[in-house]
C-alpha cells in the first residue's frame, strides 16, 4: 500500500484544498481553492513544505482518519477537538500519526473550515494546475468514508512538531472594504450605512459566497440601472436582489450582474469565510490609497507566517533527540507539485 | 461615474475595470476582445491576469511591483494607440455546428419565446439555426458561452421566475442565447437542448468555446439527438471548422 491516509469517518463537507487555480477567469472558472488560505499557509509553515501542498478541508466537522506509516500532520483552520487514541492534540499545531492509531477531529469550536494538512501533501490527480476540489465546477469530488488519499513523500521527516501562534480569526469581527468600480451606484446614504449596521452571518452561505443578515431597510443601487455582466472575483459584496449584501468565495461565479458596493481586503477576507452562521460582522471602508498602503503580496505574507513557527515544546524527558532538535524552521523552496503530478 | 467609453476604473486593491461598453453591443465586446489580447502581448510588468467579460476587461495587478496609477497611465497608453472599437476579431477562430432538438419536452418554453418574439414557431426555429452566433464570453460557469446576436425581436427579458434547466440546454433573453454547462436555475428561456459539454476537466482542450468563436445550431430530431447523446457524450455530434 502507498503512503496514504484512510478516512473512517467524514463529515458533509470535507474536499481536498490548496490554493486553486488562478487565470481562467475569462473561460468561466473562479480560482476556487481553500476557503481560508491562510490555514493552508499555515499547515505548510507548521510541516516546513511548499504552500501549495494540498490539505484536507473539514467544513463545520471533521472525522476519523488512519496511517499506511508514520505520517506528520498539522491542523489548522478553525479549532476543532483533536485526539488520537483519547490524548488531546494541540490545534495550530503538527504532530505524528502512527500507523495502527485513530486521529478523531470533532466539530468546530468556533469558526468554519478546519484543515488537515499532511507532510508531503495529499497527491491526488492534478486536473488544471490544481488539486482543489471545485463542486461547482463538477471538478473533484467530497471526500467520504472509505476514501484512501495517497500521501506525497515527506520533505522532511525527522523535523519535530511545531506550533504556531494564530490571531483569533474565526469570530467574525471588522473588515475593511475599497470601493470599487461600481460604488458609485449606491448613495452616499446606503454606503455610509453600510458601515454603521451591525450584520450576522446568515445560515446561507457556502463555499461560493455568504449572505449577512441585518435590521433596516434593504440596501439598493440607485435607480434601476442595468449592469452589464462583469467579473466577479472573491471579496466583492454584491447587493442582491433582496438587498442584503452577499460577499462571494472562491467558488464563486466568474460573471454577475447584480452591484458590488465594494471589496473585502483579501487580507481580511479569512473572517468572512471563517464566520460560523450567527457571527456577528461589521464592514469598515478604506479609501484605495489606505489599502494600498497596507497591501502586501500573499507569498510575503505566508513566508512571515513560516517565520513565526516554533517547536511544540513537549516533556525534555520524552525527547531523546532533545539536542539535534530543530530550533529554527524553515520552508523549502519549491513546488508541490509540477506539471506531472509528482509531489517534489 | 464617467459616461464616455472606454473608461477605466479601480476594482478592489489590485484590480482594474476597463469598460467599452455598458450594454451589449457587438463593436464593444470586439474591443473587449482585443483590448484583452492587446494586454497581454504587451507582456507589462506587475499584471497577473487579464480577462474579458461582454463588454469590460478586468486587469489584476501586483500593487507592489506596480502602482496603481502606473497601470492606469500604461493602459491609457495602450487605448490612445489603437482604436480597439475598430479592431479585427482574435485570430484562430472557429466555426461550430452543434445539433440540437428544439420545442416540446427538449425547449419546453419555445412557444412561450416566439409569442414574445412576435414570431411563429417555426421562424424561431428558423431564427435560432440559421443565424452563426458570436461566443461573446464565457461566464458564470465554466466554458458556458453566451452566444449573440439573434435578431432584434428577440430583445425581450428573461423570465420573472427562475425555471431549471438541464446540461446542454439552449435558453434566449436579450437577444442571446446561453447554452449551458451545468444543471442550472436560470431566467432564460428554454428553447432547446444539446449533447454538447462545454466544460471537460479531463479533456487537454478542457473548454471548447473561445470567445469571437461562432456557432451555428442544427435541427435534429429527438431520436437522432437521443442517439447522439448515447455516441458522442462530449461533443454532442458537433463539429468545427478554422475560420478564415
Redesign the interface.
Known sequence: MTRAIKVLRAGPQMTVQDLGRPGFLSVGLSRGGAADRLAIAEGAALLGQPFDCAALEMAGSGGEFEGTEPIRFALTGAPMRARIDGRDLMWNASHTLEPGERLGIGPALSGSYGYLSVAGGFDTPVIMGSRAAHLMARIGTRIGQGDALPIGPDPDPARGAKTLDVEDRFKGGTVRVVPGAQTGLFSVEDRARLAETDFTRSPRGNRQGVRFDFDGPPFGADGLRMVLSEMIVPGDIQMTGEGAPFVLLPECQTTGGYPRIGSVLPQDLPIVAQAAPGAPLRFSFLSLDEARALYEDETTSFRAIAAQVRPLVRDPREMADLLSFELISGVTAGQCHDEEGDTR | ?PTDFPHI???????V?V?F????SEAGNRATLAF?DAVEAADLPGI??C??????V?V?F???LV??DDVVQTLRGLLQQTDFYAAQLPPDRRLWRIPAVFGGVYGPNLDDAADRAGITRKQAIHDLTSSRLRVL????????PYLGELPETWDFPRLKELIDVPEGAIAAAIRQLVLF??DSPTGWAHVGQTAFRC?R??DIR??PL??GDEVQFKAIAPEDFEELRESDPLGGGATFEMLP
Not at chain 2, 464570453?137 to 458556458?144: C, D, E, T
Open positions: 461615474m476604473v479601480a476594482q478592489g486593491v489590485n484590480g475595470v469598460r461598453s455598458d450594454r451589449l484583452r497577473e491576469e480577462d474579458s467579460a461582454l463588454g469590460s478586468l489584476r501586483d500593487p507592489v502602482p496603481y464570453a464565457l461566464g458564470f460557469a465554466p466554458g458556458q454547462a451545468n466544460f476537466p479531463e478542457s473548454i473561445a470567445p
